[in-house]
């Protein structure tokens, strides 16, 4: 069965930079997964940061990007702020009609 | 302003059914595929089923499929999901989400609603 890895949990000092990863328990992930990042708070509904491998979506600033690094997607967080703490979820298309989520990150700034 | 309004949610005994809708404005809907995602409390995101924008293509997580069905209604503006043979572990925040594009395949899901939710207990 195939798992979509996220990295349970990650911190980043304010100012700094984090890349967080989306891969596979068995074999790599490409742009041809369509992979998306979507950013979550307690309590609230997920907001969409990036779709389709590298695609900010509307009203996301552009400290948020994709990409694929090695055999993995990635969301990179540059200049992070106190309000970027939040859970992050990719979501990977797996052919026929099927999506997958990661497990998410939970993402401390401290 | 696009805007996704789910409803439905409520308590329900296992086994039972219960049918979630998604009201949908501010775009063109019959234009773009849609999807239903879950998320148990305190836990991650799951996908659960899509609809190409005209139902000739739907996907469902194998955890529902053959229990839950996802259909639309273009001339209402609606999603719907109709859950049967509910289980506990179906408890869940549901959100509707609309598609960045009309197939339920290759186009992520980018607008998402404010969720609805189920119980299963008895």
């Known amino acids: 069965q195939t798992v979509v890895t996220q990295e349970p949990s990650f911190s980043v000092s304010p100012g700094g930079t984090v890349t967080l990863t989306c891969g596979l328990n068995?074999?790599?992930?490409?742009?041809?997964?369509?992979p998306s990042w979507y950013q979550q708070t307690p309590g609230q509904a997920p907001r969409t940061l990036i779709y389709?491998?590298?695609t900010r979506s509307s009203g996301v600033p552009d400290r948020f990007s994709g990409s694929i690094l090695g055999n993995k997607a990635a969301l990179t967080i540059t200049g992070a702020q106190a309000d970027d703490e939040s859970n992050y979820y990719c979501?990977?298309?797996?052919?026929?009609?099927?999506?997958?989520f990661g497990g998410g990150t939970k993402l401390t700034v401290l | 302003e696009v805007q996704l309004v789910e409803s439905g949610g409520g308590l329900v005994q296992p086994g039972k059914s219960l049918r979630l809708s998604c009201a949908a404005s501010?775009?063109?809907?019959?234009?773009?595929?849609m999807h239903w995602v879950r998320q148990v409390p305190g836990k991650g995101l799951e996908w659960v089923s899509g609809?190409?924008?005209?139902?000739?293509?739907?996907g469902y997580a194998d955890s529902v499929k053959g229990r839950f069905t996802i259909s639309r209604d273009n001339a209402e503006n609606s999603l719907y999901l109709q859950m049967n043979s509910l289980r506990p572990e179906d408890t869940a925040s549901y959100y509707c989400?609309?598609?960045?594009?009309?197939?339920?395949?290759?186009?992520?899901?980018?607008?998402w609603g404010r969720g609805t939710v189920v119980t299963v207990s008895s």
């Open positions: 989400a609309k598609a960045v594009g009309s197939r339920v395949g290759f186009d992520p899901f980018n607008i």
């Open positions: 501010g775009f063109t809907f019959d234009d773009y595929a």
């Open positions: 609809i190409s924008w005209n139902s000739g293509k739907i």
């Open positions: 068995s074999g790599s992930v490409s742009s041809r997964y369509y």
């Open positions: 389709s491998t590298n």
């Open positions: 979501v990977l298309y797996f052919g026929s009609d099927i999506w997958v």
